[in-house]
């Protein structure tokens, strides 16, 4: 019996999907994708905090930005919003003033913070429905190869 390489995608698609990673990705792999969305944004806020009076708080907001795109590309739903959260959280404390306290004064730096958690969602929820979508075009692609 021959079974073609496109409907082999499409099951492998399927259970991937199935289990919220992929065949190749262990749940030791989720479980550090979590970590790294808490540890990542903390770790950029402490290398800037020496450089903070020198640039716009915007800008380290991008950085952050970055770092929660990289996160919600590599992993799950969870770790891209936990990545925001811990962004925003982070951003608060070491680069809004007054520094080390978890309070905002300025309306600038609220807009800023509310961007960030704002884009970090939007960019993880994008994230999560383009994989959806390749696993129903690969899954259909397997159909379509399968019937002729």
Not at 24 to 33: C, E, K
Request: with cysteine.
């Amino acid at each position: 019996m021959h079974i073609p390489n496109a409907e082999l995608l499409a099951v492998a698609s399927r259970l991937a999907v199935q289990r919220g990673g992929g065949c190749s990705s262990p749940a030791w792999r989720r479980y550090w994708l979590l970590v790294v969305a808490v540890l990542a944004p903390l770790l950029a806020c402490l290398a800037l905090v020496p450089f903070r009076d020198r640039f716009a708080n915007t800008s380290a907001a991008l950085v952050l930005g970055l770092i929660v795109v990289a996160v919600a590309t590599a992993g799950d739903r969870l770790s891209g919003v936990l990545a925001a959260c811990s962004s925003g959280l982070w951003f608060d404390f070491f680069l809004t003033q007054p520094y080390q306290r978890f309070a905002v004064t300025s309306g600038a730096d609220v807009e800023t913070l509310l961007l960030l958690l704002a884009v970090g969602v939007a960019v993880t929820e994008i994230t999560h429905r383009g994989r959806r979508q390749q696993a129903k075009a690969t899954q259909r692609a397997g159909y379509l190869e399968a019937s002729h």
